[in-house]
């Protein structure tokens, strides 16, 4: 099942990330240094909005909605659009700059969404090298 919306073209980067964390070693070192549960609230061109969760803080999974099963609400919730979000992901902006320019709204434990920088990372298309 793809997590992947069309009307979201960096949505594409869940599916990364559910796959960067399909090795059993990787999936506990992830819950090991994040700890979390965290939400991300995208908003696209188009003014429409959707919500992905990873939860790592109980099964190292990768889904889409408001909150992971057996969670009443996330650690953090990070809102910001979906251009931004690639952006984040590719490593051409940085989230606190986002978020000092108003672009990365973060709700909950922001000290804990600075871990979520490690999964996004994990995420990222290799780059060559010449």
Request: aromatic share 6%; net charge positive.
């Amino acid at each position: 099942m793809t997590l992947a919306d069309t009307a979201f073209p960096s949505s594409a980067t869940f599916d990364a990330i559910a796959a960067s964390l399909g090795s059993d070693g990787a999936r506990k070192d992830a819950i090991k240094k994040a700890n979390g549960t965290f939400v991300f609230t995208l908003k696209n061109s188009a003014g429409a909005t959707a919500s992905w969760w990873i939860d790592l803080k109980k099964a190292g999974a990768v889904g889409k909605g408001e909150v992971p099963e057996g969670f009443e609400k996330a650690d953090v919730t990070l809102a910001l659009s979906d251009e931004d979000f690639g952006k984040l992901v590719a490593g051409k902006a940085q989230a606190q700059r986002l978020f000092m320019g108003g672009k990365l709204k973060i709700k909950g434990d922001v000290m804990k969404a600075t871990k979520a920088e490690g999964v996004l990372k994990a995420a990222r298309a290799p780059v060559a090298k010449l």
